[in-house]
């Protein structure tokens, strides 16, 4: 749909109620497979580059092989699940979801169907102006992922009208955990901006856990997200879609905030929403709709014969439990309080995503300001320049390690960013970058004493003024000696050597 | 009175992309109801007390520790490959989309 077509959003909202939901996938980072012991591609400490090279006999599920569960992913799946508050299964089964597409060589996805490991759940998330809203969440569950098609042929790159199809089986069977939320209502007209909240929340979480690498740009966290409309004063749901493929906090907002408009415009025309999945399309913020449900979404579930069910015992549910990092919300309190930062500083950070790097550079022994100021000024502005993840560009302890080097006055802020932008480049970390770049503050006084008097000199009335206690004239001094020194000094030590100087 | 029908035949073939004749289905109509019928006759047996099951041995655990062990390499995986281009299958292109 044209964006002309849309309605606008508040008249949406004044003629129907939106209702959410949301399946979210995350990509446990556990050293091997869910079922088998090929390297997990979802773990950085596996470097994988090459297609098929992170597989075995059970990934492709070759004839005689089997399947055998993951004792970690379990161990983070009940993590997960009490993290979001569910109550975990003694018994959990597995069942296979059939289905034919190549992304799985087994005909079947091993999931979870009818007795996931995790339900009941409810998650607490802050929207921006600090508001809580509880999400309730029917169940969490263990699955494995698919593998990779790229369609080939055709001028779209995508399926209509491809040729063939290659398939890259290393991320078939990589842990994942699916999170299902019960339908949402009452978010009303803050729905779009719930939908990144509580996908943000959900990346906080499993990163505290430490269960996930949760890079939404690299597939580890996945949303799904539902969205129907119902008219002011019904009760039943209306009909809704399912929005695939969005891939960043801020698409998550956006889809939501589209298929709003964009179902309230049919259903104001006295038209019908078609039960189907949609895509999601970064470059022009629209969906497109992809599959409607039909005969062949019959998946014909069972319990899965080749793996026994899971039953954690209460010890080991108790331990995971006891081990569990603060809740997201209690921990914003009591870091808001720590970092001593103003409602509106921290806010900044919150709503820029940024809590954990800057909790994580503060950690690798930054100022809590220092470590703020760089993650939501240079570093975000260059990660909005290049339409990338802020986290994605620069990591916490190169971050801390210029922080420190500005503090020891051997950077100055002009250089740092300089040091920031090198770091980013790939240049290396931001010790080898300012040797690299020659960046290093020039502390040597006999350099910058040669500079001033040079500068004094060669600005007589200047001097003059300074001698007459005109001291707000040494400003162009100061300016010349930075400009000799290519802005390799620092501007406090420069002013203090000019008085010197011009004294004497 | 068995629970498979003709249609229910139709319907399972589709799923597993089998092209039945419509002799062929009338066959399978009456032996897949022959097996549902008897394979329903344990629900005579099983009482409230008795515990659903998928497996049958009461058997639970049996995980294995998170440790990376031998892959195939690209030679050996794409073995078995109908088709391939050196490190990828290669598969018709299937109208459809990721489940």
Redesign the interface.
């Known amino acids: 749909m044209a964006k002309a077509q849309l309605m606008d959003f508040d008249k949406a909202l004044e003629l129907f109620e939106p209702v959410l939901g949301f399946e979210v996938h995350v990509e446990l980072s556990?050293?091997?497979k869910m079922f088998s012991?090929?390297?997990n591609p979802a773990f950085s400490g596996?470097e994988i580059t090459?297609?098929?090279?992170?597989?075995?006999?059970v990934c492709?599920g070759?004839p005689g092989s089997l399947p055998?569960?993951?004792?970690?992913?379990?161990r983070y799946s009940i993590s997960l699940g009490l993290a979001l508050g569910c109550q975990i299964a003694p018994?959990s089964?597995f069942a296979r979801?059939?289905?034919?597409?190549?992304?799985l060589a087994k005909n079947y996805?091993i999931s979870q169907y009818d007795e996931p490991i995790a339900f009941e759940g409810s998650l607490e998330v802050e929207l921006e102006d600090g508001t809580l809203v509880q999400v309730p969440i029917e169940r969490a569950h263990m699955e494995e992922d698919?593998g990779k098609?790229?369609?080939v042929?055709g001028s779209t790159g995508r399926?209509q009208g491809?040729?063939?199809?290659?398939?890259?089986?290393n991320r078939a069977g990589v842990p994942l955990v699916e999170i299902v939320t019960k339908p949402i209502v009452g978010a009303e007209h803050r729905a779009p901006e719930l939908a990144k909240a509580y996908v943000s929340t959900i990346r906080d979480i499993v990163r505290a856990l430490g269960i996930s690498e949760a890079r939404m740009e690299r597939g580890n966290l996945r949303c799904d997200a539902n969205v129907s409309l119902r008219p002011r004063g019904q009760q039943q749901f209306g009909t809704r879609t399912e929005t695939k493929n969005v891939n960043s906090l801020r698409s998550v907002e956006r889809a939501v905030r589209y298929e709003i408009q964009r179902q309230a415009a049919i259903l104001a025309a006295g038209g019908t929403i078609t039960q189907e999945?949609r895509h999601w399309h970064e470059d022009t913020g629209t969906t497109s709709p992809?599959?409607p449900k039909s005969?062949?979404d019959?998946?014909?579930y069972?319990?899965?014969?080749d793996?026994?069910?899971?039953?954690p015992t209460a010890a080991l549910i108790e331990e995971l439990r006891d081990a569990l990092p603060e809740a997201p919300a209690a921990r914003r309190r009591r870091l808001k309080e720590e970092w001593g930062f103003s409602d509106l500083e921290f806010r900044d950070v919150v709503n820029s995503g940024l809590l954990v790097e800057v909790a994580d550079t503060v950690a690798a022994g930054a100022a809590p300001q220092q470590a703020r100021k760089w993650w939501t000024g240079e570093i975000a502005r260059i990660a909005n320049a290049t339409d990338a993840e802020p986290a994605s560009l620069i990591s916490p302890a190169h971050v801390a390690e210029i922080v420190a080097l500005v503090e020891s006055g051997a950077l100055t802020d002009r250089l740092a960013r300089q040091v920031v932008e090198g770091v980013i480049a790939g240049e290396g970390s931001p010790a080898e970058v300012v040797a690299a770049r020659g960046l290093e503050v020039v502390s040597d006084d006999g350099a910058l004493i040669t500079a001033v008097d040079t500068a004094l000199a060669s600005q007589p009335d200047v001097l003059e003024k300074i001698r007459d206690g005109k001291v707000q004239a040494a400003g162009a001094v100061i300016g010349a000696v930075m400009k000799a020194m290519g802005g390799k000094a620092d501007a406090a030590r420069v002013r203090e050597l000019v008085l010197e100087r011009a004294a004497q | 009175m068995s629970e498979i029908t003709p249609e229910r035949v139709a319907?399972?073939a589709?799923?597993?992309?089998i092209a039945l004749t419509d002799d062929e289905i009338q066959k399978l109509t009456g032996e897949l109801g022959a097996i549902v019928d008897s394979v329903a006759k344990v629900q005579q047996v099983a009482t409230p007390d008795v515990v659903a099951t998928?497996?049958p041995i009461p058997?639970?655990?049996?995980?294995?520790?998170?440790?990376?062990?031998?892959?195939?390499?690209?030679e050996q995986?794409?073995a078995?490959a109908p088709d391939h281009?050196g490190?990828?299958?290669?598969?018709?292109?299937?109208?459809?989309?990721?489940?």
Do not use: C, W
Request: proline share 8%; charged share 20%; hydrophobic share 35%.
């Open positions: 556990t050293k091997t012991d090929a390297p596996n090459e297609p098929n090279t992170a597989i075995t006999p492709l070759l055998v569960v993951n004792e970690q992913a379990v018994t089964r979801k059939n289905y034919f597409y190549p992304d996805q698919a098609l790229t369609h042929g399926i491809a040729e063939y199809s290659l398939v890259d089986y999945t992809g599959r005969d062949a019959d998946y014909r069972f319990p899965e014969p793996l026994l069910p899971v039953t | 319907h399972l589709m799923l597993a992309r998928s497996h058997l639970t655990g049996g995980m294995r520790p998170d440790v990376v062990g031998e892959t195939l390499t690209t995986a794409l078995g281009d490190s990828r299958f290669r598969v018709t292109a299937i109208l459809g989309e990721e489940q």
